[in-house]
């Protein structure tokens, strides 16, 4: 079992839909969980951090973990054409230092497109 | 403005030549990146780096070399060695220290492809 599961999509939504994007994972350690946005040709960018379980809300976004069920999902509210992106989850485990353990484990990333 | 910039963005090789990409930050950071990205396959890290002169490697460090002379620069030499080398290269930093919790900063990028 991989790490880190993420469905690829693509996922294709009309504009003003409420869109669920979805990761699970195996490692009961991990305790950062980040959501990052990636435009085509470009480089991710941090979109929304959360430590331990629990909601964030940021505007439109909102990242919400269950460590019972290690799951974690972001929802994006009145979704827009420029929200198109592929959006990957990502998390840590703080107690592996040292070793490439402590570092980020991405998922696959989902494409998102969202139609006008 | 700070930021991290990558180059080339795009580069081309023969096969059996090496190749190296540049990274550089003027962030600060103690923690720099290399990771790989494949279609479908995500993320994947190279090597890393939490401190000047010292650097470990990452899950899929064969056929990639790089060194840390500098804070602020992080370059990478995919050798011939690398059976695979098309791929697109991404570099990051971080504020460091003891755990990597999270906020990466990333380059833009930068594509090689192998002819």
């Known amino acids: 079992q991989k790490e880190v599961e993420q469905d690829p999509g693509p996922l294709s939504v009309p504009e003003g839909a409420i869109v669920s994007l979805n990761c699970t994972y195996s490692?009961?350690?991990?305790?950062?969980f980040m959501w990052y946005r990636q435009y085509s040709r470009k480089g991710p960018e941090l979109l929304m951090y959360t430590y331990s379980s629990g909601n964030k809300e940021d505007g439109r976004f909102t990242a919400q973990v269950d460590k019972s069920s290690k799951y974690i999902s972001l929802f994006i509210r009145d979704s827009q054409p420029s929200d198109s992106a592929t959006y990957l989850c990502a998390m840590s485990n703080p107690m592996n230092y040292g070793g490439s353990q402590g570092n980020l484990i991405f998922g696959k990333g989902t494409k998102l497109s969202v139609k006008p | 403005d700070g930021g991290i910039t990558q180059s080339p963005k795009y580069l081309f090789r023969k096969e059996g030549q090496n190749v190296t990409l540049s990274c550089e930050q003027n962030l600060n950071h103690d923690a720099m990146y290399w990771y790989r990205q494949d279609p479908g396959q995500g993320l994947r890290l190279i090597y890393y780096?939490?401190?000047?002169?010292?650097?470990q490697k990452g899950d899929i460090a064969e056929g990639y070399s790089v060194s840390r002379e500098k804070k602020e620069s992080f370059p990478l030499t995919v050798t011939s060695a690398q059976k695979n080398p098309t791929a697109f290269y991404l570099c990051?930093?971080?504020?460091?220290?003891?755990?990597?919790?999270?906020?990466?900063?990333f380059g833009e990028g930068s594509r090689l492809t192998v002819l």
């Open positions: 490692n009961s350690a991990f305790q950062y």
């Open positions: 990051a930093s971080s504020t460091g220290g003891q755990v990597n919790t999270g906020e990466l900063f």
């Open positions: 780096s939490q401190i000047v002169n010292d650097f």
